[in-house]
């Protein structure tokens, strides 16, 4: 059963501060890994991707991947307010389909 | 603007009545694809498309049915909808798979669809 688990929070961060975002996953058969950032009532948008371990930077936004651990992070430095939104982790597998957590909602207050 | 389009945003309809919820692309994207969206459940994907007239299964096809016979649609079809298909629908598309090594970075989503069965 492959499964991806993410904290619902929400996580609270002050403005300024780094956010850190987790994700495990279930399946040492992992191919590659995704963070989707979604405002309330609004659709998903295609953030992060990560395939290699290690980490993978982007602007304020790091992905961090450990296979061996089984985890996948989102480092938001610098948060801002507006960085406030649901944070969803995808896992993909063999195939095209994409394994999605539950979301952790993240908070950042000035 | 590069956008991507669902009708309709909101529908109610009731037990067996046939709908279709249109998705509409101007991006030439070749993959499409559409998710479901539940409290508590997360994303799951539906159905996906690499080209036109290549369509496959994604986590949670039951019930649902899809055709892509030009590249810039891809309708969503509840042939007998049921009470546990209520739910917020995305089609999204991509200029190639955005879950492979060297895919499409840039995943477009429509704006959703809520749909609710009575």
């Known amino acids: 059963q492959k499964e991806v688990e993410q904290n619902s929070g929400p996580l609270s961060v002050p403005e300024g501060a780094i956010a850190s975002l987790n994700c495990t996953y279930s399946d040492r058969g992992s191919q590659s890994f995704f963070w989707y950032r979604q405002y309330s009532g609004k659709s998903p948008e295609l953030i992060m991707f990560i395939y290699s371990n290690g980490d993978k930077e982007d602007g304020r936004f790091t992905a961090q991947l450990n296979k061996a651990s089984q985890y996948v992070s989102l480092l938001i430095r610098d948060s801002q307010p507006s960085d406030s939104a649901t944070y969803l982790c995808?896992?993909?597998?063999?195939?095209?389909?994409?394994?999605f957590g539950r979301g952790t909602s993240l908070i950042v207050h000035p | 603007e590069a956008q991507v389009t669902q009708n309709p945003r909101y529908l109610i309809t009731v037990t067996g009545k046939k709908l279709t919820v249109t998705c509409s692309q101007n991006m030439n994207h070749e993959y499409m694809s559409w998710y479901r969206q539940d409290p508590g459940l997360g994303l799951r994907q539906i159905y996906y498309s690499m080209n036109v007239e290549v369509t496959d299964k994604g986590d949670v096809p039951e019930g649902y049915k899809v055709s892509r016979k030009e590249k810039r649609n891809f309708p969503l079809i509840l042939e007998s909808p049921s009470p546990n298909q209520t739910s917020l629908y995305f089609c999204?598309?991509?200029?190639?798979?955005?879950?492979?090594?060297?895919?499409?970075?840039?995943?477009?989503f429509g704006p959703g669809t809520r749909l609710t069965v009575t």
């Open positions: 999204a598309s991509s200029l190639s798979p955005p879950y492979t090594s060297g895919g499409s970075y840039e995943q477009y």
């Open positions: 995808a896992v993909k597998w063999e195939s095209y389909i994409p394994t």
